[in-house]
């Protein structure tokens, strides 16, 4: 059976989070920022890539790393973090990444004749006169770059704006010609940071970080993380620097706003901050975003769901899910792990991971790991209490009569098998206490057609959930 497309869609060890995927050569190519297993601050590690065919996002292959943080000459010796980078490739038909350090306001800029080579340090992105972008009188910090380049010229838009922050204007676009990094055009602001959202439109959904460009038609798209933080919203406009409107979200990392299967304001999994880009790979647009993981802000993952986009050029707002980059309904037979879950939660709503600080409180289920980071140890659901639910979202049913689950843990109760969140239970599965992976089983009839998959668990102390499978 061919590979299956799901979310995450990189291998449960890695942490990619950011995600700018651009297709050169047939080949989608996701450049992100690369966050550590159980890190203590974000993008601790350095820049990866990962590819896979444009006509198949299952298949996906490391190319390995792309670009070491002590490469840039104001970090020998590695103290600052590489933030959230993108790539284009300029008018000599080589390769620029572009990035930001994480203490300093200017935007570095690396070099390579591959797409996903070894880059090599260029230089930094500059007026005229040498005086770097973000270091001249009046400038404001430069914060995640996202690129489009079009004949001789490279559009780069930056900002990061907190709210209530009136010395942040909103995301700036700035025009550079074809060395790559000197600045032909000054930055203007194309969509405001929230003090300034006031009558633009933008009401709720201001500017408050990792600006992403992409051009469909004659239509630019700005895809951004709104000051709500866990969504990530979009503008259009004709021109590349100038009439910006909102038009609306596109995902949500909590699955906020939707109200096709619950209410609006209920959040269906632990969000955060949001970052990604949209691309168009064999005839179907998707858009690329991170989810949270391991209990912290730190460890984000990324994830892909198609996108539509009508007529009239809006995206209306997707659903996350486990079978995003499948293009269509998982196959529901056979073993899936639990790290799969696109939804998690408890009778405690909570719609941000870091409302506790950095880190959430025993009270809430995680998907995590065992050993370090790099290990290639495959993820599992941790800490499931009384009322957590697992959700999996779409698996294509027919025939599934026994349902087993992989289960650790000092827990004593048992998980009912659902297929909606607050549905009735088809059945449960008896577990208890155990410290090693015990499977446990039960004859549950799942009813054809396509169907989630929400296991509650009910019961005293708490259990670890490492797979599920349907037969």
Avoid at 196 to 215: C, L, T, V, W
Avoid at 385 to 397: H, I, L, P, V, W
Avoid at 419 to 442: Q, R
């Amino acid at each position: 059976m061919k590979k299956q497309g799901v979310n995450p869609y990189l291998p449960s060890w890695e942490y990619v989070p950011d995600g700018e995927p651009h297709v050169f050569q047939d080949r989608v190519y996701v450049y992100g920022s690369h966050d550590r297993y159980n890190g203590h601050v974000f993008c601790l590690n350095d820049y990866v890539c990962w590819s896979a065919p444009a006509n198949d996002l299952a298949d996906w292959r490391y190319e390995g790393v792309i670009y070491e943080k002590t490469d840039d000459p104001l970090n020998p010796d590695g103290r600052m973090c590489l933030y959230a980078p993108d790539v284009t490739q300029g008018p000599d038909g080589r390769y620029y990444l572009f990035y930001v350090l994480d203490k300093v306001p200017v935007v570095s800029v690396a070099v390579c004749d591959t797409p996903a080579g070894k880059y090599e340090f260029y230089g930094y992105v500059q007026y005229a006169d040498g005086t770097r972008l973000g270091e001249r009188a009046g400038d404001q910090p430069q914060f995640d770059p996202g690129v489009l380049t079009e004949g001789d010229l490279t559009y780069l838009y930056t900002g990061f704006c907190a709210i209530g922050d009136k010395s942040r204007k909103g995301a700036m676009a700035t025009v550079i010609g074809p060395d790559m990094r000197t600045i032909v055009e000054e930055p203007v602001f194309i969509a405001p940071s929230e003090p300034y959202s006031q009558g633009s439109g933008y009401e709720g959904h201001a500017f408050f970080e990792a600006p992403s460009i992409r051009k469909r038609g004659d239509t630019y798209y700005f895809v951004y993380s709104s000051v709500v933080m866990h969504e990530l919203c979009y503008a259009t406009s004709k021109h590349p620097t100038k009439g910006f409107e909102y038009r609306g979200v596109i995902v949500s990392n909590n699955d906020m706003h939707i109200d096709s299967y619950k209410p609006a304001s209920k959040p269906m999994y632990y969000g955060g901050n949001n970052h990604g880009g949209l691309v168009e790979a064999d005839g179907q647009w998707y858009i690329f975003y991170h989810r949270h993981t391991n209990g912290t802000s730190f460890s984000r993952q990324g994830c892909i769901e198609p996108v539509t986009i009508l007529e009239d050029g809006t995206i209306p707002q997707v659903e996350i899910t486990t079978s995003g980059p499948n293009g269509g309904p998982l196959v529901g037979r056979g073993q899936y792990p639990a790290y799969l879950a696109c939804h998690l939660f408890t009778e405690t709503e909570e719609r941000y991971t870091g409302t506790h600080g950095a880190w959430m409180d025993g009270r809430f289920p995680k998907i995590t790991q065992d050993g370090k980071d790099g290990d290639e140890e495959v993820g599992y659901i941790a800490n499931m209490r009384d009322s957590a639910t697992a959700g999996f979202k779409y698996f294509q049913c027919e025939g599934v009569e026994r349902v087993k689950i992989q289960v650790r843990g000092y827990a004593q109760g048992y998980f009912e098998v659902k297929t909606s969140w607050d549905g009735p239970a088809l059945g449960s599965i008896p577990v208890d206490f155990t410290n090693v992976w015990t499977t446990y089983e039960a004859d549950i009839a799942v009813p054809d057609g396509v169907q989630a998959l929400y296991f509650t668990y009910k019961g005293n102390g708490n259990a670890s959930l490492a797979s599920f499978t349907l037969e």
